[in-house]
């Protein structure tokens, strides 16, 4: 299986590739930076990540429907205001060896942002006009130009929407930034993966005077987003679909795990879902009756050495002390009321 992220930058792209470089074997990011990029190159590992077209890389790859894609979007506001506040950073004090580290246009632009108060209105829009004079349209509607720029002409141009919004239905699994926890709950799901959250990196706290509260500097923004605004509905209403699945067939776990241990006073096993890390609620009934709950937070040595859990903190211990089980007794243990399909390798008795 070889995959493709589409890296659209300010989506929460950093997280996303540390967390695929973290359960596949071979991964590559930042493919734009490559001198040399081509098929071969990308065909020799799993995951592939960059700041490339959605064009560029069907072009590059020849035939995409042998990838899996992948891409994440974000409300368009916050995505613009993220994006500018970016590059305005490079020019601070402090900051000199990362702006020499981007292209020249970038450095240009950056030191230019210097001299606008983004607070003001006006002066957003005399930024926006700047822009245009220079020929520079990256920051205009940034989402749609990755999903359809057409690669053969000087000044970014973009075919219809509709086009683009063909190349977003060809993306296998779409996420949106303001929701990435649930996407990869739902990428783990779709992978047998286990899950592990990942906080969102590389933000920038500096406003630099945009406020996305103020109804006047998101009017003065509005060229920069409008057609990113449709973009970003249809992405939204694929990932809602997916996620309405996901949490409808949420109880359907990847359960693995074993009882061990069956006394009169005593159950103990572990139990782990293979697609999170989270701890599972186990509760314990005798003849169909809740006797007790409990966490499967428990250290197990043994299952962290044989890797079958990366932390071993999946064990569960019940004490029993108002009743005893007896060998007539129906013996049940439960996840979320979903019978555990475990097996068991206790001596004593379990009813499945």
């Given at each position: 299986m070889k995959i493709f992220y589409l890296h659209i930058p300010k989506t929460a792209g950093s997280s996303i590739n540390t967390f695929f470089s973290s359960n596949v074997e071979k991964s590559l990011v930042h493919i734009e930076s490559l001198n040399k990029l081509n098929k071969e190159t990308l065909e020799n590992y799993d995951y592939v990540a960059g700041h490339i077209t959605f064009n560029k890389f069907s072009d590059l790859v020849k035939n995409i429907n042998s990838w899996t894609l992948i891409s994440t979007f974000r409300e368009p506001v916050s995505y613009v205001v993220s994006h500018l506040k970016w590059v305005r950073k490079l020019a601070e004090p402090g900051e000199e060896k990362r702006l020499k580290m981007h292209p020249e246009i970038f450095q240009k632009i950056a030191l230019e942002m210097t001299n606008y108060d983004f607070s003001n209105p006006n002066q957003i829009n005399d930024f926006i006009k700047w822009l245009e004079k220079i020929?520079?349209?990256?920051?205009?509607?940034?989402?749609?130009?990755?999903?359809?720029?057409?690669?053969?002409?000087?000044?970014?141009?973009?075919?219809?929407?509709?086009?683009?919004?063909?190349?977003?239905?060809?993306?296998?699994?779409?996420?949106?930034?303001?929701?990435?926890?649930?996407?990869?709950?739902?990428?783990?799901?779709?992978?047998?993966?286990?899950?592990?959250?990942?906080?969102?990196?590389?933000?920038n706290n500096k406003n630099f005077g945009f406020d996305i509260n103020n109804k006047d500097i998101v009017a003065a923004l509005e060229p920069l987003y409008n057609k990113d605004r449709i973009i970003y509905?249809?992405?939204?209403?694929?990932?809602?679909?997916?996620?309405?699945?996901?949490?409808?067939?949420?109880?359907?776990?990847?359960?693995?795990?074993?009882?061990?241990?069956?006394?009169?006073?005593i159950v103990s096993g572990w139990a782990m879902d293979k697609n999170s890390l989270d701890n599972l609620d186990i509760s314990l009934y005798v003849n169909n009756k809740l006797i007790m709950k409990t966490k499967n937070n428990l250290f197990r040595k043994d299952l962290k050495e044989k890797n079958i859990h990366p932390s071993g903190y999946c064990g569960f211990l019940f004490h029993i002390n108002d009743i005893k089980i007896n060998n007539s007794d129906k013996v049940d243990i439960r996840i979320e009321e979903t019978v555990l399909p475990l097996g068991h390798k206790a001596k004593g008795f379990f009813s499945e």
């Open positions: 020929n520079f349209y990256y920051f205009h509607n940034t989402q749609l130009y990755y999903l359809n720029q057409k690669i053969d002409q000087k000044r970014v141009t973009f075919d219809n929407i509709e086009q683009a919004i063909k190349n977003l239905n060809k993306i296998d699994f779409i996420g949106i930034q303001e929701e990435l926890d649930i996407f990869l709950k739902i990428i783990s799901s779709k992978f047998n993966w286990i899950y592990k959250e990942m906080p969102i990196v590389n933000v509905n249809e992405a939204k209403k694929i990932f809602e679909k997916t996620k309405e699945e996901y949490l409808k067939n949420k109880k359907v776990r990847n359960i693995i795990g074993y009882v061990d241990n069956i006394k009169s006073n």
